[in-house]
């Protein structure tokens, strides 16, 4: 079966470290985001891609990169850990249809704390 | 900013009765969508309404869509346990590609 996984599930880094968290999904879909998720703001977009070589900021992109060089991968950077970006990171995928919009398959998210 | 807001932001009910929640958003949008998220888990889709229908249902799942409002609700009758989860709405806003906007959900808790 098709999927997304995320990892690693649990992250502890320190402030100023350069973290990567990983996303792969077996769906073959375009369209990949990065959101994380925090009390009292529910899921805020980061980054998203809609293709190879595609990459797009989104609402909260400040100390985040993303590269996507192949239709199965979306790995999310943080340049320089800050306690700010402790949070639970949610990656997801759909299919690109032009004219429709279809549903998001999310991956199980890593919880990532910056110490 | 956030597109969506639901309401309210937490509900209790008993198994059997049926649990109403809602949702405002700002611009036009492509669709609305409805998500479950159990606790320490990711996303799941419930639930996808165009912008030009009015109501649409998947088994105890009615969502309705007002967009001369700019708002839905989700209605999940006969609930049961199993249904405690949060809820969230997500957009796809008109002419924007395919990201989803996601409110700040509900927090649906049903005791037996």
């Known amino acids: 079966d098709a999927e997304i996984t995320q990892s690693p599930r649990h992250k502890i880094t320190e402030t100023g470290r350069q973290v990567t968290l990983a996303c792969h999904q077996t769906?073959?879909?375009?369209?990949m985001f990065w959101y994380r998720q925090d009390l009292g703001h529910g899921l805020r977009l980061i980054h998203y891609s809609y293709g190879v070589h595609d990459t797009n900021k989104g609402e909260v992109s400040d100390g985040y990169s993303v590269s996507r060089s192949n239709t199965e991968d979306l790995p999310l950077t943080l340049e320089s850990a800050a306690s700010s970006q402790t949070s639970v990171y949610f990656c997801?995928?759909?299919?690109?249809?032009?004219?429709?919009?279809?549903?998001?398959?999310f991956g199980q998210g890593t919880r990532l704390t910056v110490v | 900013s956030q597109q969506g807001e639901e309401d309210p932001q937490a509900l209790s009910i008993q198994e059997g009765e049926n649990a109403t929640m809602n949702c405002s958003y700002k611009?036009?949008?492509?669709?609305l969508q409805w998500y479950r998220q159990n606790s320490g888990r990711g996303l799941v889709h419930l639930i996808l309404i165009r912008s030009n229908e009015r109501e649409k249902h998947s088994g105890r799942l009615r969502v309705t869509l007002d967009t001369s409002k700019k708002s839905s609700s989700l209605l999940i009758t006969a609930s049961r346990a199993a249904d405690t989860a949060s809820y969230f709405c997500a957009t796809v806003l008109a002419n924007s590609g395919y990201a989803l906007n996601f409110g700040k959900g509900t927090s649906l808790l049903v005791t037996p």
């Open positions: 611009t036009s949008i492509n669709n």
């Open positions: 997801a995928s759909s299919e690109s249809r032009p004219g429709a919009t279809t549903e998001a398959f």
């Open positions: 769906w073959n879909h375009n369209n």
